[in-house]
């Protein structure tokens, strides 16, 4: 089974992909499309991103769109979506978190916890949350 997750920015998708890119080391699935590929697109809205799609791990894909204003979105970022991320070892675990909280808050550090996992949470730069858990069991 495969897993995405779809975020939506207001005009910084382009910015905000190239930073998953370079935390999680991995290539777009596809060239991302753009507003400007469909016919008829504003001169202004042409450079925004359409669609685009982030492979992360084993299955589990990030798909993310501008949502401009002009084409009557009501975009309410950041606490609308979470993503949780179950890392392999407490040494990744800590790796994914210290570089997702950079520019961004750390809202529950990394810490064991009562229920097993060395779990934590943060909200990106970008202002999306983000759930780090390592299970050892798992």
Same mark, same amino acid.
């Given at each position: /089974?495969?897993? !995405?997750?779809?975020?939506?920015?207001?005009?910084?998708t382009?910015?905000?992909?190239?930073? %998953?890119? !370079?935390?999680?080391?991995?290539?777009?699935?596809?060239? @991302? *499309?753009?507003? &400007?590929?469909?016919? $008829? /697109?504003?001169?202004?809205? =042409?450079?925004?991103?359409? #669609?685009?799609?982030? @492979?992360?791990?084993? $299955?589990y894909?990030?798909?993310?769109?501008?949502?401009?204003? +002009? /084409?009557?979105?009501?975009?309410?970022?950041?606490? #609308?979506?979470?993503?949780?991320?179950?890392?392999?070892? =407490?040494?990744?675990?800590? =790796?994914?978190? +210290? *570089?997702? *909280?950079? &520019?961004?808050?750390?809202? /529950? @550090?990394?810490?064991?916890q009562?229920? &097993?996992?060395? %779990?934590?949470?943060?909200?990106? =730069?970008? &202002?999306?949350?983000?759930?780090?858990?390592? !299970?050892?069991?798992?």
């Amino acid at each position: /089974m495969k897993v !995405s997750v779809y975020l939506n920015f207001a005009n910084s998708t382009e910015e905000a992909f190239a930073f %998953y890119k !370079s935390i999680f080391g991995t290539e777009y699935a596809r060239e @991302p *499309a753009r507003y &400007g590929d469909m016919p $008829g /697109m504003a001169d202004d809205l =042409r450079e925004l991103i359409l #669609n685009i799609q982030l @492979p992360i791990a084993d $299955g589990y894909l990030l798909m993310g769109s501008d949502v401009p204003d +002009a /084409m009557g979105f009501d975009l309410k970022p950041g606490n #609308n979506v979470q993503i949780c991320l179950h890392p392999d070892s =407490r040494e990744e675990a800590d =790796r994914l978190y +210290a *570089a997702l *909280a950079e &520019g961004g808050e750390a809202r /529950m @550090p990394l810490a064991d916890q009562f229920w &097993g996992d060395y %779990y934590g949470e943060l909200t990106d =730069r970008f &202002g999306v949350l983000w759930l780090v858990a390592h !299970s050892p069991s798992a």
